[in-house]
């Protein structure tokens, strides 16, 4: 990519999240991910060019340096930060504008630093060959697993946590706020399971309710993703035509509704496999007993057959991409409940000695040894401040692990085709070739943590009076709903969200 010749003609909008917008070249697999800011944010956006370099360049240390060793070098990939001339930004910005999501519009794309960041289009193949001569662009499918346990802390107090998963509750709480208009009934308990019917029906769930966890694209554009009007339902039978030249023969005599049927089976049994597959060769196929048998396998909310979840295997393949990305999240083993007491710790200690935020790695650089206080905090609290922030810093990659996405790029080969890094996959059907990627690996901030424990009493409170509305904790909780319903806001300052009451 030659710097000083950039064509905003050469890019189109390819997509965003939360935090950033990303554009892809129209004829190389390379994207550019830009940060965006909120509108009423001037401090952010009054951000040096060599503030906003050093924010990306921290993203993609942390990439390289604490999230590749953890989840896989296979999996991982870091990019690049680089410095792009302001009026090709400027000129991209007004170009995407009418692209874009109205739900995304309240932030704007940084178009005042000219950073971003450069990355392999991980909706291609790595490196396949064989797409281009089959004339089948290549199929990807995009998955935010969110987070694959139940909590086991002692230091949680509201039982529910350890029966219904985060995902599960947290979807209650986002339908009365009216961020989504259908309860999703995907659990990502099934697809993290590791049992293969389990992770069909999750997989399943997310192709009716896509919401922000499932997208699909075929030879790079997006053809299946959440509507941004929430209430239009999502049209399998469009989905089934795309996929119809990958998993049916020409000829095939079946009817449209069958075909769709077939069709969208076949995805998922090839999006299972991918998950599934180890890509660590002589221990490929082996199991990890360890994940699983820490806690509890089933949400009390996943609308799964009992007999179904009581029975048959419950176990990952070592080191294949879900294995990789759970054990990272459970770098989170004393839940949020069990840091807070820590998180307070770190922080009067930075009250007294602000130098320390340095020294300690509060907000990086994420090198060695940042990985190294993640990987050998010690076990049992020993009372210092070491321990307070090596858990801390184990909560962070664990919420930056429980918010990623996994893309999975799939191509129909032929016979002679060489696979190099991708895998062949399900040998005797229609022969695919797929590569599995993470991404959205960037550091979570320090401060958001405390944002998380308010936003997770909220969404447990939340579920058990939606849920359990006789039980003695609603009497306490509803007696606290009122008092911050008089108040107009709750203690954070944020609006209530209160949409029941009592008889
Ligand atoms: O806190 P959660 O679980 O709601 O996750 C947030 C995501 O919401 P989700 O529940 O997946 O719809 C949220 O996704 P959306 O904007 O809702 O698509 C972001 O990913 C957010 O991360 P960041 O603060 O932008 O870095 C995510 O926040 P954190 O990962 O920083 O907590
Ligand atoms: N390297 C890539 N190749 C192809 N598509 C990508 C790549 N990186 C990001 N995308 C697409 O852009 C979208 C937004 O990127 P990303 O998830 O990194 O944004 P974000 O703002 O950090 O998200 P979040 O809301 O989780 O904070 C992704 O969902 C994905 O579809």
Redesign the pocket.
């Known amino acids: 990519m030659e710097l000083d010749k950039m064509d905003e003609n050469d890019w189109k909008y390819h997509g965003e ?3 950033s917008l990303v554009v892809s070249h129209v004829q190389h697999a390379r994207v550019l991910r830009l940060l965006k800011y909120s509108t009423e944010d001037a401090e952010n956006s009054h951000k040096t060019t060599e503030q906003a370099f050093r924010h990306i360049q921290n993203i993609v240390d942390y990439s390289q340096n604490v999230m590749k060793p953890l989840l896989g070098e296979k999996f991982v990939h870091n990019g690049e930060a680089v410095k792009l001339p302001l009026d090709f930004v400027r000129q991209l910005s007004l170009k995407v504008q009418q692209e874009r999501p109205e739900s995304r519009c309240d932030k704007v794309m940084d178009t005042l630093s000219g950073c971003a960041l450069c990355l392999p289009n991980l909706t291609q193949l790595s490196s396949c060959c064989c797409c281009s001569r089959e004339h089948r662009p290549p199929l990807c499918i995009e998955i ?1 697993p ?1 987070c694959g346990f139940l909590p086991a802390s002692r230091h949680i107090t509201k039982d529910i946590k350890r029966k219904v998963c985060r995902f599960c509750m ?1 979807q209650h709480f986002k339908l009365a706020n009216g961020k989504w208009k259908r309860l999703s009934r995907y659990c990502p308990l099934d697809l993290f399971s590791g049992n293969k019917q389990r992770m069909s029906r999750a997989i399943k769930h997310l192709i009716e309710e896509p919401q ?1 966890n499932f997208n699909i694209f075929k030879g790079g554009e997006c053809i299946y993703s959440c509507s941004d009007d929430a209430d239009v339902l999502q049209d399998l039978d469009e989905l089934a035509q795309h996929l119809r030249p990958y998993f049916l023969p020409s000829g095939s005599l079946l009817s449209r509704q069958q075909s769709s049927k077939v069709v969208l089976n076949e995805l998922i049994q090839v999006i299972v496999s991918s998950l599934l597959s180890s890509w660590d060769g002589p221990r490929s196929g082996q199991l990890r007993k360890t994940h699983l048998s820490e806690g509890r396998v089933t949400c009390d909310a996943s609308l799964l057959h009992r007999d179904l979840l009581r029975n048959g295997n419950h176990c990952l393949p070592k080191d294949c991409v879900l294995d990789k990305i759970l054990g990272t999240q459970m770098l989170d083993n004393l839940d949020i409940e069990g840091l807070s007491p820590l998180l307070k710790r770190v922080e009067q200690h930075l009250q007294m000695f602000p130098k320390e935020r340095c020294r300690l790695q509060m907000d990086g650089p994420y090198n060695a040894s940042f990985l190294e206080k993640v990987q050998n905090c010690p076990v049992e609290d020993d009372g210092s401040i070491e321990y307070a922030v090596g858990k801390v810093h184990q909560y962070r990659v664990a ?1 930056t692990a ?2 990623c996405s996994v893309m999975v790029a799939i191509a129909t080969c032929g016979e002679d085709d060489g696979l190099d890094q991708s895998l062949e996959i399900q040998p005797t059907k229609p022969r695919f070739t797929c590569s599995v990627s993470i991404l959205d690996l ?1 550091p ?1 901030p320090y401060e ?1 943590i405390s944002h ?1 424990s308010r ?1 997770d009493s909220k969404i447990v409170n939340h579920y058990l009076r939606r849920t359990q509305p006789n039980n003695q904790e609603l009497d306490n909780l509803e007696e606290l709903a009122n008092q911050s319903l008089f108040l107009g806001r709750d203690r954070d300052g944020e609006d209530c969200t209160l949409v029941f009451h009592p008889v």
């Open positions: 999240g939360n935090k935010k969110k947290h922000n919420m429980k918010d960037d979570k958001s998380q936003l």
